[in-house]
């Protein structure tokens, strides 16, 4: 079956290129480590036509493009759409970029928009990427969606399955502050963060960390205290720590008539994830990998760069 779009999922510190078909199943996937903080003067054409130029060349297809390339720092910035937000709405905002190199010849590559929402206080929230995700994993209307990671997004979807609102916490960033340039971090032994997850001891930390979420400066400190008391030994201690961040970060969100919730992603952050929802006695429903290139499919269907 012959390709029909180049779909290109392109963050911080990766590329991932994806040769599609015409219903928009990989046909051949790719991946550098040149993701746009690692773009050398701004040479974001460069960098494509070395990972995907053969594919460009042979094919003359469409690229469409999401995630940090459309930020400031990325090839062009895309403009963010306000929530609540249509795929439909955001087809109609993709921001094109026409680029030449004389290997591959003239080609246009159109970036998908981040979303933007503004809460009760007047804060503004924005995602890049994350949205792309969201329309790829198709979830039921309604739904609630984490995205675990360094800024884990939480998505909730209106009555037909539109973006309503999200919010953004940087529980994996502050947990690599913590145990690396904290004092709360002299006391652990992160030689074997990589090692099984010890359930009881993240439990007990996600227990303290929904109860006194509203104090959190004030709970963090017992990631200290239990290594100083004996209670927890050094290799235990960064499973306390994860535990009270991702309890803190559940417990300062309203889920009082929530019953399950939906995980998009990968790897052991999801796992600790579904035990501490599980542990409040939430079900806890895993999105697929491909939720990307789906929705970057999506996009270009609706944009009709692709029948």
């Not at 079956?1 to 199943?25: F, V």
């Not at 809460?119 to 995700?133: C, H, I, K, L, P």
């Not at 997850?197 to 439990?203: A, E, K």
């Not at 939430?282 to 609706?302: C, I, K, N």
Request: hydrophobic share 40%; aromatic share 6%.
């Amino acid at each position: 079956m012959s390709p029909s779009l180049i779909a290109l999922d392109w963050g911080t510190s990766n590329l991932r290129a994806s040769l599609l078909d015409p219903t928009g199943h990989s046909i051949e996937q790719r991946q550098s480590a040149m993701g746009v903080m690692k773009v050398p003067a701004a040479k974001f054409d460069a960098v494509l036509a070395e990972l995907c130029g053969d594919w460009m060349q042979a094919h003359r297809l469409p690229l469409i493009a999401s995630g940090m390339v459309g930020s400031r720092q990325g090839w062009k910035e895309a403009p963010y759409l306000e929530c609540p937000a249509t795929l439909k709405q955001a087809a109609q905002c993709l921001t094109e970029v026409e680029f030449h190199r004389p290997e591959i010849g003239r080609h246009k590559i159109y970036i998908a928009p981040g979303l933007k929402c503004v809460d009760a206080n007047g804060q503004t929230d924005v995602m890049r990427g994350e949205e792309t995700q969201i329309w790829g994993a198709q979830l039921p209307p309604s739904s609630i969606c984490v995205l675990p990671g360094t800024h884990s997004k939480w998505i909730w979807l209106d009555a037909v399955g539109d973006f309503q609102n999200f919010k953004t916490f940087m529980t994996g960033e502050l947990y690599s502050l913590l145990t690396q340039h904290s004092i709360l971090g002299r006391l652990m032994d992160m030689s074997h963060s990589h090692a099984a997850l010890n359930l009881d001891v993240f439990l007990h930390g996600v227990s303290l960390g929904v109860d006194g979420h509203g104090e959190l400066m004030h709970s963090l400190f017992a990631a200290r205290t239990a290594g100083l008391m004996g209670q927890l030994n050094a290799t235990e201690l960064p499973d306390f720590l994860s535990g009270i961040l991702i309890g803190a970060e559940i417990g300062g969100v309203s889920l009082n008539a929530v019953t399950h919730v939906h995980l998009l992603g990968e790897g052991g952050l999801c796992d600790r994830y579904t035990q501490a929802f599980q542990h409040r006695g939430m079900s806890v429903v895993r999105v697929g990998e491909d939720a990307t290139t789906q929705g970057q499919w999506l996009l270009a269907r609706e944009a009709e760069l692709v029948n």
